[in-house]
């Protein structure tokens, strides 16, 4: 009997796009449950409550069971397919490349795009500006990794698509809103253009 999956999001976030896409490229369906974080609906006593008790979003429920963060819900969905390698350390690479996601690439990437996009630079706090050059930096570095490893790969795993992949496309693609150049990473932009013909293939909304 197949699980019920809902996925509580707010579509203009890359992390809750991760989840939609891995389950689009694997065919799942995924029943959307959307929230407005600059109103504050995932910090309710209801959803702290009942959903996710760190008040953030995705939480991917199955049945009456909710998975919060993204790479772990991804993982869920994914374990088994074509999108985990069988082999060993490709499976432990993958992580490797999912863990710098979220701790290399979405804290500076992610985080400019929303301050700059969705809230706007004159609304930010003093702290808030202070980081912005510290942010794109962080980000450029990121960017340049990802750039040396596929100038020469065509995937960041294996041979082909993997999680790594579909982890680091969700803010990559949408980057340059937080102010960085994709034309100056070549390799990159070739690598999305192989990640967006992926049959199953869904655009962010």
Not at 124 to 132: G, N, S, V, Y
Request: a negative charge; aromatic letters at 10%; glycine letters at 6%.
């Amino acid at each position: 009997m197949r699980e019920n999956l809902i996925l509580h999001e707010d579509p203009r976030s890359g992390n809750c796009y991760k989840i939609r896409l891995t389950a689009a490229l694997l065919g799942l369906p995924l029943e959307r449950r959307g929230y407005d974080i600059m109103k504050g609906e995932t910090r309710t006593p209801e959803f702290v409550a009942n959903v996710n008790a760190n008040g953030r979003i995705p939480v991917l429920q199955i049945g009456d069971r909710f998975l919060p963060e993204s790479n772990a819900a991804c993982w869920y969905l994914a374990e088994g397919s074509r999108l985990v390698p069988a082999d060993r350390f490709e499976r432990a690479d993958m992580l490797r490349w999912m863990f710098f996601e979220q701790y290399n690439h979405e804290p500076n990437i992610a985080t400019l795009r929303f301050w700059l996009c969705y809230v706007g630079e004159a609304n930010l706090t003093p702290m808030q500006r202070d980081q912005i050059m510290a942010k794109r930096a962080g980000g450029e570095a990121a960017l340049s990794v990802m750039e040396q490893h596929l100038a020469v790969h065509q995937w960041f795993v294996g041979s082909s698509a993997s999680l790594a992949d579909v982890s680091l496309y969700a803010y990559t693609h949408v980057c340059e809103a937080g102010g960085f150049r994709l034309h100056d990473y070549p390799a990159i932009c070739r690598w999305l253009d192989r990640v967006s013909a992926l049959p199953g293939y869904v655009p962010m909304d």
